[in-house]
DNA sequence: CCTTTAGTTAACGTATTCGTTAACTAGTAG
DNA sequence: CTACTAGTTAACGAATACGTTAACTAAAGG
């Protein structure tokens, strides 16, 4: 029943922690330590909001070869594209929107005025 | 602590009943009663949903002079248009976020391979 | 080996969320 | 006035979500 695979994404971005992660994220990689502090969160609660935010595919784990040992975080745009999209299809049917509301009104009228 | 205006929106979303009412909604204006029955929800439910929905900014009610007794509701583009904007910022980074990866490495490189 | 650092998992408490049924309110029709 | 329809508010229960501290794991350094 969680099949869409939006429903994570929005889940996801539902959580202010989470939205700051990815405000942080938009600037450059993070450490989840770095992520943990700049939020001022305690770093069990950041595993967890990281594990949320990789599942919903909105941030991705790699590791930082600069000096092999850690792994850092960064945002995966196709996911936020996707949602982009989404947004926009209903955007998109505004026009539609309005003259669909014309007919219902003008369907449920009597008669023309 | 909820005063950021998009995180109403993102809350509003995150829920799968109410992301039902905004793609109905997409389609055309709906009365309250329709909605509830389309989406298999009681009544009480969806009476909370629209008011998150109406406090979100993302739905609008209003009255539906078709018949005059009734009222319907309908999406209000200019708050998806707020959140497709955040969308669109953190894909616009995306760019920007590579390079801030490979200064990162660099940075973090003992010296050049 | 022992210690330190980074991060995770475990366990737990509290708050919020979402759904239900039942009772109430407002408007319309008979 | 009474009855029906549409929708709301009230009250409640079950599940989920988020945060904490404490304990554990893994890797690197001395």
Known sequence: ???????????ALADRTRRGVVELLRQKPHRAGELASRLDVSPPAL??????????????????????????????????????????EVEALWQDQLTAFAEHVGRSRKGPP
């Open 47 to 88: 595993t967890r909001h990281l594990r949320i935010l990789r599942d919903s595919r909105l941030v991705d784990e790699l590791v930082d070869d600069g000096d092999g040992r850690a792994r850092v975080y960064r945002l995966r745009r196709e996911t936020f594209t996707r949602l982009r999209t989404w947004v926009d």
């Open 1 to 11: 029943m969680r099949s869409d695979p939006l429903d994570r994404a929005f889940v």
